[in-house]
């Protein structure tokens, strides 16, 4: 389920990011403003990269939950094992 959640993320985080990265690509080649261009398409990929490894105050309950639940697997599979 969390990775649906994640998945459901990042796709909300490309839609900011993929048209600021598409308007850089066209300021850095087509008109040549290459200041702007590529400040856009490193915007475009921090905010990639943010969302993949910021841990936000939204995102604690979460991280938590999977925790919680992989200490719970790992102690239910060592004690059929024994």
């Known amino acids: 389920m969390a990775g649906v959640i994640d998945t459901i993320k990042l796709a909300a985080v490309l ?8 308007a850089g690509l066209e300021l850095l080649l087509v008109r040549g403003e290459t200041a702007v261009g590529a400040i856009l398409i490193g ?6 990269l943010v969302k993949r ?3 936000l105050p939204s995102d604690v309950p979460a991280v ?3 925790r919680i639940a992989g200490a719970v697997r ?3 599979e060592e004690t059929t094992e024994k």
């Open 43 to 48: 915007l475009a990929v921090a905010l990639v």
């Open 74 to 76: 790992s102690d239910g």
């Open 53 to 55: 490894w910021l841990t």
């Open 64 to 66: 938590v939950a999977k």
């Open 15 to 22: 839609v900011l990011a993929l048209p600021a990265a598409l």
